[in-house]
């Protein structure tokens, strides 16, 4: 069996990857990307605690299966958003979209 | 007895009506006041009868709740309050029947007499009261109508400055008047006076208490009755009408501190030193006074002056135990300063001058001014048989009984200046040579004769009083005096009575060389004492004192505060709460950068926090 902890590890590393990814990247559509690499990140942490911790129950394979479900949904706005965005300001970048400033 | 309390209230309605119809009213409301304390004249008539025939007595209707104590407002009768009742009644009429020649073609003539009702209701509740917190309130009450009549002209700046002053003098003392029926109370758990007075007399209250209390009590009666340190306020009153002081500031309201001190004498009577006290002011109050009075040429402050001086013997007589001294010269002084201010009005409104040395042998012209002031004068000075005579004689008698031979003296010293100032002004008005622009003046019309007249027959006899066989007459047994409760009936004392015929006398000799013969001529005297009349025309530098600790104390005080009220409360605390949010705003909105990024690394600290938050 692979221990818990490389599981946890990857997990980690994933998610500061999207985070790094969120805070970072200029294109809003890589900003989608990497918001749903840290969503699957939080996937594979549900999945391997439920596996390793309490195999009998399926406690966060389910949970992780509702993540997944906001995730699409969530990226289908998104996605409308920046579409939106870009028929209006013709950019992606969102350096550029920064009127609700002072 | 019981309808004692129609005489103020009858004072009050006719407030009422002047205030809300004056205009409207027969003779713009005059007559309804005249009617009001005329009544009460007569009412007060009935109550003495009462009085003689049942004794003394009290009526008390409940007033309302406070907490757990239940105020009552009621009426004493008894001879002190009665022979208030009589004064106060009996010269408010006259005063009023005068002051309606005095004040013909005064555009607020409503309004004057409307605040003399509400004075003769105030005054003449002050008298009656049976509780602290009714007399206190009375009290307040004569100095707001004081206030309200001093100031009464107020587009002369004089006479807004001398009302305010009287207000604030007489304040101060009202503080410790106030103060000392707290203290009472405290022991006591009443108000009553009557009450208060039985538990002091009984023995239920520590004397260090008592003294403290009456001294307290006895600084309200310094505020209103013009002792050192709070005479100040006297003479500058003279700024209002002269009925206004003849009533007030001669007869009456000068008169409530030492109707105080003689309402709660039992009080006093328990604490030797508060007693003693009394007498030390009235000393130098009488003292001070009386040598101010030589060297006054304002025809109204010089009798300002001579109140005061005649307070301060009040307060003697009342400081060495004379109680029937002190209230029977209150009497006494009442009628004839009454009537010499009276006597002043009348030389005012005729000639309008006020400088006694612009005037002169008026008697041509004002007889009948002239002879009642004669008698005024010399009732003042104290010559027998007038009435001034026998009061000045009874408190002589209870200051020798009574008090160290030095103060004795002081107090006969103070005498013979009573009898100088009066003559001084007596002669340089009313005798002498008339001078050409003078000439032409005449005498008051009836309406302000007639009052002087009465004023001078009583000035002239009321003093035989004093004398068993007329006051049997009357149906006092005893004569006055024992009417008062003094200890004992009249007994001439022919030595002292001798005394002080000889004081007047020779003050008459004084005077008449000085200012009927004029030789030596008065000016030569001013020259060469000029240091010490320097002193007394600036009235001992008291008025430049207390101002001087008014603008340098209190003033820059209250600058402090001011100073403190802008900056901190308003400025910092006011508007600065208002700009605070705006400055807040306008450096803290450099954080809505509108980056995305900006956003979501705000968001990632703030999860770090809470975890670690909720970690530690």
Known sequence: MIPLEHFLTLSGILFSLGLFGVLARRNAVLILMSIELMLNAVNINLVAFSAYLVSTEFVGQVFALFVIVVAAAEVGLALSIIIAIYRSRATSNVDEVDLMKW | MEIAWLIPALCVAAFVLLLLWGRSLPGKGAWVTISAVGAGFVLFWFVLGDLLAKGEATFSWPWFQVGGYQLQVGTIVDPLSVAMLGIVTFVALLVQVYSVGYMHGEPRYSWYFAAHSLFAAA????????????????????????????????????????????????????????????????????????????????????????????????????????????????????????????????ATMVAAGVYLVGRTFPLFQAAPMALQFVFIIGLVTTLLAGTMALVMSDFKRVLAYSTISHLGLMMVALGSGGFAAGIFHLLTHGFSKALVFLGAGSVLHSTGKSEIWDLGGLWRRMPVTAATFVVAALSLAGLPPFSGFWSKDEILKVVQEGQSPIFFALVVVAALLSAMYMLRLLFVVFFGPLKAENAHVHESPGVM?????????????????????????????????????????????????????????????????????????????????????????????????YQTIIDRVILAFSRLVALFDRTVVNDTGVDGAGHLPVFAGYHLRFHETGKLYNYGLAILVGAIAIVLALAF
């Open chain 2, 123 to 250: 005054m003449l509740s002050l008298v009656l009261a049976d509780n602290f917190i009714f007399l206190y309130i009375a009290w307040e009450l004569v100095g707001l109508c004081s206030y309200l009549l001093i100031g009464f002209w107020y587009d002369r700046p004089a006479a807004r400055e001398a009302a305010k002053k009287a207000f604030v003098t007489t304040r101060i003392g009202d503080v410790g008047l106030l103060i000392g029926i707290l203290v009472l109370f405290r022991e006591t758990g009443t108000f009553s006076i009557l009450d208060n007075l039985a538990a002091a007399t009984g023995g239920h209250i520590e004397t260090g208490t008592l003294t403290v209390a009456a001294i307290l009590i006895f600084l309200g009666a310094m505020g209103k009755s013009a002792q050192f340190p709070f005479h100040v306020w006297l003479p500058d009153a003279m700024e209002g009408p002269t009925p206004v002081s003849a009533l007030i500031h001669a």
């Open chain 2, 449 to 545: 004769t007639v009052p002087l007249v009465a004023l001078g027959v009583l000035s002239a006899v009321f003093g035989l009083v004093a004398l068993d066989p007329v006051g049997q007459r009357l149906g006092l047994s005893g004569g006055f005096g024992q009417f008062l409760h003094a200890s004992e009936p009249f007994h001439p004392d022919w030595l002292l009575m001798g005394g002080s015929t000889g004081l007047v006398l020779l003050a008459l000799g004084v005077t008449w060389t000085l200012y009927i013969r004029r030789s030596p001529d008065p000016r030569v005297l001013t020259a060469r004492l000029a240091p010490l009349y320097n002193l007394l025309r600036h009235k001992y530098f008291m008025d430049d004192l």
